[in-house]
């Protein structure tokens, strides 16, 4: 079993590059920790605004503004508030591309840090050799010297072994957290695609409507302009 102190004076000896090991660790576990809340309440977020918008056969702009009022932070909410704020004096199709836009904007905050974790799944086990080989150095040291004790010798062993097993341990962890990560990253992004898809369906009624409220005010001015005509050609004739 090591002890405590066996793994203090490893440390020491490694040049530092043991406790670089330890604070890689911490920030892995600090980022997986903020990362599995965060998109955890994204998720959550995302599936309430799913559940909002299936119960709908149009966006009910009165209804989404109040809902925005208790979640106006959310990506699932910015994406929405490009909805209600969208003139529908616009084509469809670029109402589907502004939904677009928002959802590339939302992107970055989705999978903010993970680059972090990334990194130190790679950075942890060169980390790891680099102690291995200065484990090794002073281990030769050691036997450099014709009454070297046999525990200096080991000793170095140790250091270089210590180093090698922190490396892998603390790689392995951080892409086991990285890859759940991923995974709740793209489930997230799924749910956005989702209410995109959703508001553009949505919104086509609004655009129907209108289009038909256009169409019948081009209707009925010629209707207009024929009825005043005759009446002006009846009038002519009566004098």
């Excluded at 997230?188 to 655009?207: A, C, D, G, T, W």
């Amino acid at each position: 079993m090591i002890s405590v102190q066996t793994i203090t004076d490893a440390a020491q000896k490694s040049g530092g590059i043991l406790y670089i090991m330890a604070l890689l660790l911490l920030v892995a576990l600090a980022v997986a920790i903020e990362r599995f809340w965060a998109l955890g309440r994204m998720q959550g977020q995302c599936m309430r605004w799913v559940r909002e918008l299936k119960g709908h056969s149009h966006v009910d702009t009165a209804l989404l503004h109040e809902r925005l009022q208790g979640d106006a932070n959310s990506p699932a909410a910015h994406v929405v508030a490009v909805a209600l704020n969208h003139d529908l004096g616009d084509p469809l199709e670029h109402f589907g591309d502004r939904l677009e836009e928002a959802v590339m904007d939302q992107a970055p905050q989705v999978d903010r840090g993970l680059w972090m974790l990334d990194t130190i799944v790679t950075l942890a086990p060169l980390l790891g050799l680099l102690g291995t080989i200065v484990g090794m150095f002073n281990t030769f040291q050691a036997l450099s010297h014709p009454a070297a004790a046999t525990q200096a010798v080991t000793g170095g062993v140790g250091e270089a072994l210590l180093a090698t097993a922190a490396g892998l341990f603390i790689a392995v962890l951080g892409l086991v957290a990285f890859n759940a990560l991923q995974q709740r990253v793209r489930l997230v992004m799924h749910q956005l695609e989702r209410i995109k898809l959703m508001l553009s369906n949505r919104m086509y009624p609004h655009y129907r409507n209108t289009q038909q409220a256009a169409s019948d005010a081009r209707d009925g001015a010629p209707r207009r302009a024929g009825a005043s005509t005759t009446s002006g050609a009846a009038s002519q004739l009566l004098q």
